[in-house]
């Protein structure tokens, strides 16, 4: 059996050596072994071959946890926050969560509202921000607190960067 036609190989140890098995626990024949090395070494010498590998397990790591990189503001696929109108009728004020201005229909004409945090944050209270930087960066520091609790770090975001990119796509 080739070893690409197989679901899968694993690294193992038989007695102080590793090789490499199937499922089967068969080890994998020299041919074949040389055929993977030759793969193997074109792919891990090509060039950026760091950025390719941290650009893919990030993904995949974000993905697992319902964050799209290209749409950082959705979770599971649901916007995290929304653009509110101030109701004229109304008197009603409030200060940003994040930068804790005082904000009311005769400062604004909008207010944004963030609905949703990642898993294991509970929403006390109502959390309203002046402006969409406002609501974008506390919900940044939410998703890096999420991803520090999970060891992540080195996958945190940096508002300046997101920013940058955000602007390119708008
Ligand atoms: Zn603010």
Request: net charge positive; aromatic share 16%.
């Amino acid at each position: 059996m080739k070893y690409d036609e197989m679901l899968g190989w694993f690294l193992k140890d038989l007695e102080g050596q590793k090789v490499l098995v199937n499922f089967n626990n068969e080890i994998m024949e020299k041919e074949e072994f040389q055929n993977v090395v030759k793969d193997l070494e074109k792919f891990y010498k090509s060039k950026n071959i760091e950025d390719t590998i941290e650009y893919h397990n990030r993904s995949m790591i974000l993905k697992r946890y319902g964050i799209d990189e290209n749409n950082l503001f959705y979770l599971w696929n649901d916007p995290v926050y929304q653009k509110k109108e101030f109701n004229k009728e109304k008197s009603f004020t409030f200060n940003c969560c994040l930068c804790n201005k005082k904000t009311n229909k005769t400062t604004n004409t909008h207010y944004y509202k963030l609905d949703i945090l990642p898993a294991g944050f509970i929403m006390s209270k109502p959390l309203r921000y002046c402006t969409e930087d406002c609501v974008q960066t506390h919900y940044l520091n939410y998703l890096n607190d999420f991803l520090r609790d999970r060891g992540q770090t080195k996958y945190f975001f940096k508002r300046k960067r997101i920013m940058k990119r955000h602007l390119t796509l708008l």
